[in-house]
């Protein structure tokens, strides 16, 4: 019932930046939270960022704070993650999830993006 697409990543070089996009659609009623997770080779998926779509809160892996931003659009049901500083280490796919309430439903479920590479290389 729910689809994302995620879009914007690519080859980039130490210290350069990139920004996905995640955009939304389907039946959703209500959009609760969106965000992004990321998996590295040989590594388990880890939580990088979310924002509510209600009070606008945001929410950072404590080692990304201060280069990573993430924002959105309520209307588009899209949300964006900008990359700044970006180091080898970020190299990862990077997944984009949305808790949503579809039509005529009262719980939230979890859809994921298809997942977008990212590689930081010199």
């Known amino acids: 019932q729910v689809q994302l697409v995620e879009s914007g990543g690519g080859f980039v070089q130490p210290g350069g930046s990139l920004r996905l996009s995640c955009a939304a659609s389907?039946?959703?009623?209500?959009?609760?939270?969106m965000g992004w997770y990321r998996q590295a080779p040989g590594k388990g998926r880890e939580f990088v960022a979310a924002?509510?779509?209600?009070?606008?809160?945001?929410f950072y892996a404590d080692s990304l704070k201060g280069r990573f931003t993430i924002s959105r659009d309520n209307a588009k049901n899209t949300v964006a993650l900008q990359m700044n500083s970006l180091k080898p280490e970020d190299t990862a796919v990077y997944y984009c999830?949305?808790?949503?309430?579809?039509?005529?439903?009262?719980?939230?479920?979890?859809?994921w993006g298809q997942g977008t590479q990212v590689t930081v290389s010199s």
């Open positions: 999830y949305a808790d949503v309430i579809v039509e005529s439903r009262t719980d939230y479920t979890r859809y």
């Open positions: 389907g039946n959703i009623f209500s959009n609760n939270l």
């Open positions: 924002i509510s779509w209600s009070d606008d809160n945001t």
